[in-house]
């Protein structure tokens, strides 16, 4: 959105020539641009979407240390945790059993939602060390004109950084609570034959919280309720990225274990066997080229994988007596290519039409479920699913001030057939300081292989799932009030159809998905983002949002009505040394049991030197800095109903570049 752009541009130009320039001038200077909500670079005014553009210098400033928390620092987003994975919500809607599936999750353009769970991972389990994030595009509302599957709330399109940006070798080690360390090892390199090398590798350890107490376990064969040494966290990831003219490869791999304290599913609580494990990689090889006569090309083809694995140790027969447990495992694998073609190009100077299709081929998926010792199989399927998507969109300069942005998209799936999505915004700027956005969306989310087809001790199949989908409309203003001051105003509507949920059968306690829920959200919220001279930067949001089942009028789990966020950037000593302070509030949400999560707020602080030391980069982050009690709802395999989170936390992370 357009409040983000002064934010941006004080970053590219010298503060001193900036004082000297009328406003207009100023609105001039390198006005941010967004790749991901219509596929091509466009200003972030001219977006049929409302878009915030999260820049490395915030990621830095703020100390965010993952994606969730760069996401929990944005407008109406929110990112709840259960010790195992983070769950985004966005706009109140953050449904148990949903692992991300609603977000379409991208790496420069790159699909990062595996087809099992459609995952989309953004705490540790996240592809990329965040220090290697240039920006983040959040583009809110549905994106299945142009993505398919899964853009059906937001679109998130992490850019990394390039070798330009690095221009040498870059190392990096943080250490923080828990015994948390990271050290990161990043290279870039321009040769002079026009090939461009980008490098990067992490490695993340954490002990995690040694002690968690639960009261639901506060038996003496459970410990009394203590979960110990059961919070580990331990990930390896790295990227590579090769360009050459018109070439780039890029692969990407993520490795984590994550041990689970809290004893879902009815495993056996304080075991030191429950962990889960999560792989994913690709390798994407894109071509882009512009005729001659005005036509520009993007395709690329690419291979992704995924794994997974999780051990439930499940107490059979006398609690707390170690020999009567039984390891029972999942164990999924995924493998998949696909391939996609795009072109642009204008029409009568008015138009600019973007045309593409794309083919994905799930060749391998394969789900397992089984007891270890004595050997027993509950599950053993493999299935492979096929889709294709074609789509058309016209940005159309109707007059001067005034934009039709229109697309529709195509879609046919093996499982479930095909589903046709249109999205249509009108833009009307009628000064440089107004723009007026009016916006509606439909988007579809095809059930998983998951859902289709999972069976296990705990869970039941359904097969017979439909997708489900949504229709938005939406109306944004971005104001600019007075110099340096912008205004974000959006009014929005969701209505959801044949929403998947996970849900426990009554007849036998186990879970299950089903079409079970129409939903509607209604909502407004409110941006002011200021950016001085002097390098000050702020920015305050606040969220009123309701979303509701349409059948019962009732609330939905995990909604919160009321999010307010705070974020100041402030200089200490010329461009070298700063600080940035964070204040988030959410308020409570409704739990599966019909209890409430209470509201929360959380201040987090971090001081930021830059080149203080040459060539030396050094951060301080303290984060819940005044040790708020909080907590989460737990979802349907948790006996918790409030999953409860750490208190003060501290890091401290070095980077020096040679």
């Known amino acids: 959105m357009f409040s983000m752009a002064l934010s941006s541009r004080a970053d590219d130009v010298n503060l001193a020539s900036l004082k000297s320039l009328s406003f207009e001038q100023l609105l001039k200077v390198n006005i941010p641009t967004v790749y991901g909500a219509s596929k091509h670079d466009q ?27 760069i996401l929990r620092s944005v407008r109406d987003f929110y990112v709840t945790y259960d010790r195992d994975y983070g769950y985004i919500g966005v706009r109140g809607f953050n ?23 459609d995952s989309a991972f953004n705490m540790t389990d996240f592809i990329l060390d965040v220090d290697v994030i240039e920006r983040v595009e959040i583009i809110r509302g549905p994106g299945s004109s142009l993505y398919g599957d899964n853009a059906f709330f937001a679109v998130i399109n992490v850019i990394t950084r390039k070798a330009a940006d690095v221009k040498g070798l870059e ?29 990067t590798g992490s490695l993340l350890q954490s002990e995690g919280n040694r002690r968690l107490y639960y009261k639901e376990f506060n038996q003496p064969e ?12 331990h990930s390896l990831s790295g990227l590579t990225t090769v360009s050459y003219k018109e070439f780039t490869l890029q692969a990407a791999y993520v490795r984590r274990v994550k041990d689970i304290p809290t004893a879902s599913y009815g495993v056996a609580f304080d075991d030191p066997r429950s962990h889960s494990l999560d792989e994913r990689g690709y390798v994407n090889l894109s071509y882009a080229h512009e005729f001659d006569g005005g036509w520009n090309l993007k395709t690329n083809v690419y291979f992704d994988s995924y794994r997974y694995s999780e051990d439930y140790p499940n107490d059979i027969a006398n609690p707390g007596d170690p020999r009567d447990i039984v390891v029972n495992r999942d164990q999924d694998d995924a493998k998949w290519w696909g ?32 007891d270890v010792q004595p050997a027993t199989t509950y599950l053993n399927v493999t299935n492979g699913f096929a889709n294709y998507g074609v789509f058309l969109q016209d940005e159309w300069s109707v007059v001067k001030h005034f934009m039709l942005n229109a697309g529709v998209r195509y879609d046919y799936f093996t499982t479930v057939g095909g ?27 095809a059930p998983n292989a998951y859902e289709f087809f999972y069976a296990a001790p705990t869970q039941e199949r359904n097969p017979g799932l439909k997708p489900e989908h949504i229709q938005s409309y939406e109306l944004e203003l971005e104001q600019t009030i007075t110099k340096g001051l912008l205004l974000t105003a959006d009014v929005f509507y969701n209505r959801v159809k044949d929403l998947i949920s996970e849900e426990t059968i009554p007849s036998n306690g186990l879970l299950t998905y089903r079409n079970i829920d129409n939903t509607e959200t209604k909502g407004l919220s409110l941006e002011l983002d200021d950016a001085w001279a002097n390098g000050i930067k702020a920015r305050l949001s606040y969220t009123l949002q309701r979303t509701t089942d349409t059948d019962t009028g009732q609330t939905l789990s995990d909604s919160p009505g ?13 461009d070298k040394i700063s600080t940035g302070l964070e204040v988030q509030y959410t308020s409570s949400v409704s739990t599966l049991a019909d209890n409430t999560a209470h509201g929360y707020a959380i201040v987090n ?24 009690r909080y907590g989460f709802p737990g979802a349907e395999e948790h006996r918790q109903d409030v999953i409860r989170q750490d208190g003060r936390t501290f890091r401290l992370e070095l980077t020096y570049r040679f």
Not at 171 to 199: D, N
């Open 419 to 445: 589903t046709v999505n249109p999205r249509a915004a009108l833009i009307y700027s009628p000064t440089d300081k107004t723009t007026l956005k009016f916006i509606y969306g439909q988007a579809f989310r």
């Open 43 to 69: 200003k972030i005014t001219e977006a049929p979407s409302d878009v915030t553009i999260i820049t490395r210098e915030e990621i830095q400033k703020f100390g965010y240390r993952t994606l969730a928390e």
């Open 222 to 233: 459970n410990n009394y309720g203590t979960a110990e040494d059961l919070d580990g966290d």
């Open 562 to 574: 009321h999010m307010a966020k705070f974020n100041l950037i402030l200089p200490l000593y010329k």
């Open 339 to 370: 391939a996609q073609l795009q072109l642009t190009r204008r029409f009568f100077s008015s138009h600019l039409v973007t045309l593409g299709a794309d083919y994905r081929d799930d060749f391998r998926l394969s789900q397992r479920n089984f």
């Open 605 to 628: 602080w971090t001081l930021f030197a830059h080149e203080l030391i040459r060539r030396c980069e050094m951060s301080a982050s303290l984060y819940n800095l005044f040790n708020s």
């Open 171 to 199: 190392v990096s080690g943080a250490g923080g609570s828990f015994e948390s360390f990271k050290e990161r090892v990043t290279f870039g390199h321009v040769f002079s034959s026009g090939l461009e090398v980008f490098m």
């Open 95 to 117: 449904r148990p059993g949903d692992f991300g599936g609603r977000i379409l999750l991208l790496v420069d353009g790159h699909r990062l939602n595996e087809p099992i769970f």
